[in-house]
């Protein structure tokens, strides 16, 4: 599986930006996808995921309200909306597909990663 992201940038704090990701190869479009991020010192964090029918999403906490996840039914393609941007939303930000149609928070349930796209608000 291949995991082609695009949208990542530098933004200030209160602006958007809009993340999308591709994955190719071995997948299916009825499995989970979703986005991680991890920014300088600090642990991996989810993001958000949204189900294989987009139907269903998860959000972290942290960015409820401020990012939204999508995806086109029947389609290996996931979007995230960001908006509300603050300087903690600094990191790299990593697409992942899950073993399974349902979207999930631990890392671990994610076996497919791609290789992270920055995105950098300044205040």
């Known amino acids: 599986v291949q995991l082609q992201a695009s949208g990542g940038g530098l933004v200030q704090a209160g602006g958007s930006l809009r993340l999308s990701c591709t994955a190719s190869g071995r997948t299916s479009s009825n499995n989970a996808m979703g986005w991680f991020r991890q920014a300088p010192g600090k642990e991996r964090e989810f993001v958000a995921a949204v189900g294989w029918n987009g139907g269903t999403t998860l959000y972290a906490d942290s960015v409820k309200g401020r990012f939204t996840i999508s995806r086109d039914y029947g389609k290996a393609v996931v979007t995230l909306q960001m908006g509300s941007l603050k300087p903690g939303d600094t990191a790299v930000y990593f697409c992942?597909?899950?073993?399974?149609?349902?979207?999930?928070?631990?890392?671990?349930?994610?076996?497919?990663w791609g290789q992270g796209t920055q995105v950098t608000v300044s205040s």
């Open positions: 992942v597909v899950n073993r399974r149609p349902v979207p999930r928070l631990e890392a671990s349930e994610y076996p497919y």
